[in-house]
């Protein structure tokens, strides 16, 4: 039976990573969709582009540019870790923003071509 539990551990984080991934990434993706398809936006095309960028982006390079974001010695990263204790490098929160980030595009692009069909 400790194997069995041995094999649970990992199963069980790669589906609260997953889970809380597609939440984040839906709820985002969803958001800016209405907000670029229903409003007058100005630079609607950058924010766009900026938007499906991790679409085209080596996993690599998005990885290190992460880090270099919420890394220890970034702005965000200290001050996340020294005002509300929250670090996020090599955790699993880390880990479902990371995943978050890659699957937005892909569900921001099906929720606006659905809404602008509509």
């Known amino acids: ?39 007058r936006v100005w630079g609607r095309e950058v924010i766009d582009a900026v938007f499906t960028l991790p679409m085209v982006l080596p996993p690599t390079v998005l990885g290190y540019y992460l880090l270099v974001v919420f890394g220890r010695r970034s702005p ?22 990371a995943a978050s980030i890659v699957a937005f595009p892909l569900i921001y692009k099906a929720a606006r071509a659905a809404m602008q069909d509509v």
């Open 76 to 97: 965000i990263g200290s001050w996340l870790e020294d005002t509300l204790g929250i670090r996020l490098i090599f955790s699993w929160q880390g880990a479902a923003i």
């Open 1 to 39: 039976m400790l194997a069995l539990d041995e094999a649970l551990v990992p199963l069980l984080l790669t589906l609260k990573v997953a889970g809380w991934a597609t939440l984040i990434a839906f709820v985002f993706a969803l958001a800016w969709a209405y907000l670029l398809t229903h409003f």
